[in-house]
């Protein structure tokens, strides 16, 4: 395992060994989302919010 500082607060995320990129995990401090961006080494930025299409 390893950790990571989230983007957001600054707290440690800890993250599995086999992490993959594009990957969606929450910091378990201020709840974020947060996608992997890479892992070696691991990057994390805040995950893209999904928008609404409402069948357009």
């Known amino acids: 395992m390893t950790e990571v500082e989230c983007p957001e607060c600054g707290a440690d995320v800890s993250l599995y ?16 989302e947060l996608e992997v961006i890479d892992v070696n080494p691991p990057v994390l ?4 919010e999904l928008e609404e299409d409402w069948g357009e």
């Open 45 to 48: 930025e805040r995950a893209p």
């Open 17 to 32: 060994d086999d992490l993959e990129t594009g990957e969606i995990i929450d910091c378990g401090t201020c709840g974020a």
